[in-house]
């Protein structure tokens, strides 16, 4: 067979079986691609919990430089998603298992609780509707307090009306990835950071992932034949790649592409609060949701470093080092 060419790529991604002659090919039982918080989750959890041998690949020097360590650090209560989503579910069952995970593994965390707020009457109807969402969710605590009870709690604070839930609170992602990273580790895991997955086959119920140093996709002038520098088989794939996963996705040659969901990039700011001794609020507070997001929110971290953040900004085209999958 002879190599395809790749019609989103405009360069040529090798994506039949013959070119494979003379690359080094190996195995491993389970392969997680990526090593933001899901994927370090999901390895610990093959690892510690199912004894399951795994290999973590990270185009990064190292974990969580994604989206990972560029949030809001919050533990959601789970207010927010249509009561038949999956994401309403596992957000309220997530959250209490992270809470519980963080107890055990002395990662820091609080639960400070957030407010929701109304800053107009006209937001009122859309705060009863988030209220009576969070309660179809299973969210537990929920109150709807008048604005001068939330502005009691928060002098700093301008409402009509909030939603206050005592189960939101904020995490130190970086120890919290680290917590996931140490205990995989030391069950097994093995790390191998630098490593770029740029594609792969199914062939005879394997998985066949085709990998190639970062440096060498650095390097790449964007038109000649990328060949993998290896083949990977393994049983399992977990593609937790983030904002590339649904690009990776259509990478993989077998995979019924109709099943991967479009993706719409955004692009966002957080503003911090300088020059301050004491956080002039105690809670998280957010403002009812706008198109793309939750609002810009006020955030606090674990040092009492304040933010407000992110705005939204769509953006049509990735021309980062991602953009060789972001097509
Ligand atoms: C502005 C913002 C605020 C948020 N706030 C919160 C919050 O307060 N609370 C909350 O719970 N969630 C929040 N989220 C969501 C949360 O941050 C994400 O859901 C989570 O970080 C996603 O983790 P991930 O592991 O899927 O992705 P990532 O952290 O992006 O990890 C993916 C990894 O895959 C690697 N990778 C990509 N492609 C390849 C490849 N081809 N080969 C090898 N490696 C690859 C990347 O280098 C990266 O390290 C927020 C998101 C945003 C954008
Ligand atoms: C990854 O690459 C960076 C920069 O190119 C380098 O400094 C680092 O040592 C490499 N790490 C590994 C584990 O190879």
Redesign the pocket.
């Known amino acids: 067979m002879e190599a395809s060419s790749s019609p989103a790529s405009g360069g040529r991604c090798v994506s039949t079986t013959a070119w494979a002659a003379g690359i080094p090919t190996e195995r491993v039982d389970c392969v997680v691609?990526?090593?933001?918080?899901?994927?370090l989750a999901v390895a610990r959890e093959l690892s510690v919990k199912l004894g399951r041998e795994v290999l973590v690949?990270?185009?990064?020097p190292t974990?969580?430089?994604?989206?990972?360590s560029?949030?809001?650090?919050?533990?959601?209560a789970g207010i927010y998603y249509p009561p038949t989503f999956l994401k309403a579910k596992f957000c309220v069952r997530g959250r209490e298992l992270l809470y519980r995970f963080c107890r055990e593994h002395e990662i820091p965390h609080k639960q400070i609780g957030k407010l929701i707020v109304a800053t107009g009457s006209s937001e009122i109807p859309k705060l009863n509707d988030l209220m009576n969402r969070g309660i179809q969710n299973g969210v537990d605590g929920l109150r709807m307090i008048e604005g001068n009870e939330a502005m009691r709690l928060e002098p700093e604070l301008q409402c009509v009306k909030a939603v206050a839930s005592p189960a939101s609170g904020i995490v130190d992602t970086h120890s919290l990835m680290m917590s996931f990273m140490g205990e995989a580790e030391s069950y097994g895991t093995m790390f191998s950071y630098n490593?770029?997955?740029?594609g792969g086959h199914l062939q005879g119920g394997q998985f066949h992932l085709h990998i190639c140093g970062t440096k060498a996709l650095e390097s790449w002038d964007g038109r000649s034949v990328l060949r993998p520098e290896l083949i990977l088989s393994s049983r399992l794939i977990v593609n937790?790649?983030?904002?590339?996963a649904p690009a990776?996705a259509k990478r993989f040659n077998g995979l019924n592409t109709r099943d991967i969901p479009a993706s719409y990039y955004s692009r966002?700011c957080y503003f911090t609060l300088a020059n301050i001794e004491i956080p002039p609020f105690k809670h998280l507070i957010y403002p009812i949701p706008e198109d793309g997001g939750l609002g810009v929110h006020v955030t606090l971290d674990l040092n009492g470093q304040v933010k407000f953040g992110?705005d939204v900004e769509w953006v049509g085209v990735i021309d980062d080092i991602?953009s060789f999958?972001n097509k």
């Open positions: 691609i990526g090593a933001g918080v899901v994927g690949i990270e185009s990064a974990f969580g430089t994604g989206t990972s560029r949030n809001s650090q919050v533990i959601h490593t770029t997955v740029i937790s790649a983030g904002l590339s990776l966002g992110p991602s999958l």
